[in-house]
């Protein structure tokens, strides 16, 4: 039974709705044929590559077979989910496996070096990966005291109707948290079912909104981190990823009202869509123009998120209440009598987020976050040969999402049967999506490894160099290479598509910052743009990659899973989802060259 002030608790087995253990026999037979076309396909590829690889000249462009190959880990994943209708996490076990198979078969690269870049890449990811699970944990804890159905209550009080409230949701809500480092498709689904929406709206909702302004995920990590790690000019690189938003968060606004109810959801929506994505891609904007003509970081670049996504939910709720006041409020008064919420309550439900949104900020200032990151000294290090790893378990945000659940057990009082069911469900569920993001981080780290060689280092130890094979057999940068000997004084056009590529291989934008920022510079080199130019088709890069997180199969994985559904959700939420990322990901293109020729 619900503690008392939160409601009764909807409880499903979590043997239902998508926890099944066993697997129905169809679904073995569709596994197994995903496998023969991917083996049908892939070996005549080897075959063929192999007989090519020796003649490859050095400095030469890449192979078209090279290129391919390349692309065929990230090829083998989406047709497992698009055309099989195979999991996230299924295919992402088959995609390190061809990833595996391909450097050391095809692109000079040792055994061990491929499986150290698999293990470095696992533990690398565990700063979402295990944000993630402990997020569930949370989600699936709340619902089962009640705490759920009285932020829905709320949530439908502040504005009215399907399209509104999605867009406040996704848009505003969601940029707010992801901001903060909060895992958004691991906390809305649920929160969104109980709202009334369909689980393929919720997860729309979820995966898509948040997406308006990822680049500011984590407290800005997307963009401080590649700053830092190639001496960028943040402030620069900042603003020429905020030039593409107002487009970007439009269409993504758009795109969940799509999924929420087709064209008389666009239709109805449409206003509060031009509403809320353009005000909140223009306070981005806006935060980063000031930093950047004042040539200092005036306003935090870490807030500029969680700034921009409050005052885009404050925007939309004015707007509504102010422009269409006399219309919605018998609307609203109906609601309040339909959602009755007392404040006591309200509060209570919200402790866990509370209490978390309260922690992250508190982490986020350097001078803590620095003291954290040294409390448990060499402990929490190790590596893998020369690469050294920093768990950093204090500074990351799945330490203190576990400890906001531990706190706030204080006011949501949970039972010991409460306890016993959210830890069920959890331990149900949890698996697939922790699967996905961290073999997702392996298959990167082969790809960027690739080519790589082991020597002796210092004390005797093993140590990663380039080969002399690097440049001309490094997967990434044949990827890159391939497109500017394709593409050439057409190539900014184009490079968008690698950094959706990047999100889509490395599970973040994070990562595909990180990995694909030496490509670019190089391929915007080949071409003969300037360094301004080469910080515009980054900037772009940054911002395809934040659309792209829209179809990171570790992420729809982490959505659905949270609520229960199956396999054949994750690949219908796949399809639409890409059409979108896609059509947005071509005007990037668009916006990208133009912006380079007039040399913003």
């Known amino acids: 039974m619900a503690h008392k002030g939160f409601g009764p608790s909807t409880r499903r087995s979590p043997s239902t709705r998508g926890t099944a253990i066993a697997r129905p026999g169809a679904h073995r037979a569709i ?116 705490a759920l159905g009285v932020i829905s209550g709320a949530v439908k009080r502040t504005v009215v109707g399907k399209e509104v409230q999605a867009l406040n949701i996704g848009i505003g809500f969601g940029s707010f948290l992801t901001s903060l480092g909060i895992v958004t498709p691991a906390m809305f689904p649920p929160l969104l079912v109980a709202m009334g929406f369909t689980p393929m709206a919720a997860v729309a909702i979820a995966v898509l909104g948040y997406n308006a302004t990822t680049s500011f995920a984590l407290l800005s990590i997307p963009i401080t981190l590649p700053a830092e790690i ?29 999924l929420v109810g087709g064209r008389e959801s666009m239709k109805r929506g ?65 609601l309040k009598k339909e959602n009755p919420v007392q404040a006591r309550a309200l509060w209570r439900a919200l402790s866990p987020w509370i209490i978390l949104s309260i922690l992250a900020a508190v982490v986020s200032f350097p001078g803590i976050n620095r003291w954290l990151s040294g409390l448990p000294g060499s402990i929490e290090t190790f590596s893998v040969y020369d690469r050294v790893i920093d768990l950093n378990v204090l500074g990351q945000i799945y330490t203190w999402i576990l400890v906001a659940v531990l706190l706030s057990c204080v006011f949501l009082k949970p039972t010991s049967r409460q306890w016993r069911q959210a830890i069920t469900v959890w331990r149900g569920r949890f698996l697939s999506p922790f699967l996905a993001y961290a073999v997702y981080f392996s298959i990167a780290y082969v790809m960027a490894w690739s080519a790589m060689e082991l020597i002796a280092g210092p004390g005797g130890q093993k140590a990663l160099a380039k080969s002399a094979l690097f440049n001309d057999w490094n997967m990434n940068i044949v990827v890159g290479a391939s497109l500017a000997t394709m593409f050439r004084g057409a190539y900014s056009y184009i490079s968008p598509g690698l950094g959706m590529f990047g999100a889509v291989v490395g599970g973040s934008e994070t990562g595909s910052n990180v990995l694909f920022m030496k490509i670019q510079q190089k391929a915007c080199a080949d071409v ?73």
Not at 66 to 78: E, G, I, Y
Not at 231 to 237: A, G, M
Not at 294 to 307: M, N, W
Not at 560 to 579: F, N, S, W, Y
């Open 270 to 334: 449409a206003v509060p869509a031009i509403v809320s994505g353009l005000s909140i891609a223009i306070f981005a904007l806006g935060f980063s123009v000031i930093n950047y003509a004042a040539g200092e970081e005036i306003i935090p670049i870490r807030i500029i998120g969680v700034l921009s996504g409050l005052l885009s939910m404050a925007v939309l709720i004015l707007w509504q209440r102010g422009f269409k006041g006399r219309e919605i409020r018998s609307d609203l008064e109906l």
């Open 31 to 146: 596994a197994i044929a995903a496998l023969l076309v991917i083996l049908t396909l892939g070996l005549p590829l080897l075959a063929a590559a192999s007989n090519g690889a020796e003649t490859t000249t050095a400095g030469a462009s890449p192979s078209l077979i090279q290129f391919f190959l390349a692309l065929l880990p990230l090829l083998v994943v989406l047709a497992g989910i698009l055309l099989f209708q195979q999991s996230g996490a299924t295919m992402a076990i088959i995609g390190w496996i061809v990833s595996v198979a391909l450097a050391f078969l095809f692109f000079k690269t040792p055994l061990l070096v491929a499986l150290g870049a698999s293990w470095y890449g696992f533990v690398k990811s565990f700063g979402i990966s295990i944000a993630v699970v402990f997020t569930m944990f949370m989600i699936f804890l709340m619902k089962e005291v009640g």
């Open 230 to 258: 190639f001496n960028l000019n943040l402030l620069e690189f900042t603003f020429k990823i905020c030039i593409f938003l107002p487009v970007i968060s439009v269409g993504l606004a758009f795109g969940i009202l799509w």
């Open 528 to 600: 003969g743009l300037s360094d301004k130019q080469f910080m515009t088709v980054y900037g772009a890069h940054a911002a395809s990659g934040g659309v792209a997180s829209a179809i990171t199969p570790a992420k729809i994985t982490n959505a659905v899973a949270t609520i229960g559904e199956g396999k054949k959700l994750e690949a219908q939420i796949m399809r639409k989802h890409m059409a979108i990322a896609i059509l947005l990901t071509i005007v990037v293109g668009l916006m990208t060259g133009l912006f380079v020729a007039l040399a913003i």
